[in-house]
């Protein structure tokens, strides 16, 4: 949902104006737009042979609009993922990020926003997804190629339940 919102910041489209400021500072999108966004783009063709959700649902309202709108299509997320990753850890991440992409809601100022954001509203949502029992944990804290294959091994097994 990130790379969409800056998508539509870089076009100028009406919905990129009206996010930037608010994607810039660090502060969440407001829930009816990021479930009409959403909405929109799982109605897409391509999005039935099966997606990846990655920033959404961030908050117990994008949640429960996920699952009513799962419902109506008849469908369920087969796996849901918690990176877990120490908040010092994220914010050297981000730093460095910084200096090569130079994103704007990379400061300091908003990178401490967005996680005060995330402890406040999507962390719970861990709670919400461990109770339907389809959470898995990955440790976060480790190189790129061992996320990449506990992701990959945790999806396998899925596939092998299906
Ligand atoms: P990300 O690329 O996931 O770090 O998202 C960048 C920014 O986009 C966030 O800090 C929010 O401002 C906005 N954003 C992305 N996804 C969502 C969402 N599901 N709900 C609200 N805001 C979002």
Redesign the pocket.
Known sequence: ??????SAMQRRTELGRR?TP??????????D??IEL?RERLGQADADAGFVL??????TR?ADALDAMLDEIGRGLSIVFEFQLPDAIARERLRRRSELEG?A?DTPE?ITK?LA?YHEQTEPLVGHYRLRGNLVGIHADRSIDEVFSEVQDALEQVASRA
């Open positions: 949902t990130g790379d969409m919102l800056r996010v608010i994607v810039d500072s660090g502060s969440l999108v407001p829930d737009l990021m959403i990655d920033g959404f649902p961030r908050t994008q994103r809601d908003a967005r954001l």
